[in-house]
């Protein structure tokens, strides 16, 4: 059974890019736009990873994040953080909150799939 994505990206390109990306090396995926639905699909979908921007339309991925790690239900699930604003410290920050990756914008499709195989235990 192939392994589920949920890919939490509010730009409509990169969504695309990263649910296509992961179909085209066999995953199920489910795509969220919208930061206020991430943790209720989450809950809904039993991800084996999300897939996270951080800069989300009206609100911190870093604080979903940090909800799902204090969620009983999502706290098992890996978070790889994607972000554009890589700022000093912001990995650090980041990770602190749980994420399990960090990747920076633009995402190099070898380096992303490589995190994504590390964090959901599959091999190439």
Not at 6 to 31: I, S, Y
Not at 86 to 94: C, L, M, N, Y
């Amino acid at each position: 059974m192939a392994k589920r994505i949920m890919v939490v990206e509010d730009n409509d390109l990169n969504r695309k890019l990263f649910c296509d990306v992961l179909t085209a090396n066999g995953f199920e995926v489910e795509p969220v736009a919208d930061g206020g639905m991430v943790l209720d699909t989450a809950r809904k979908i039993s991800p084996d990873l999300i897939i996270m921007d951080i800069q989300l339309g009206g609100m911190s991925g870093v604080d979903l994040i940090e909800a799902a790690k204090q969620d009983m239900l999502l706290r098992q699930i890996p978070v790889l953080a994607v972000t554009a604003f890589a700022a000093k410290g912001d990995e650090e920050r980041i990770r602190s909150a749980g994420a399990s990756g960090y990747l920076a914008k633009p995402v190099s499709i070898t380096p992303f799939m490589t995190a994504v195989r590390e964090l959901i235990g599959v091999d190439a």
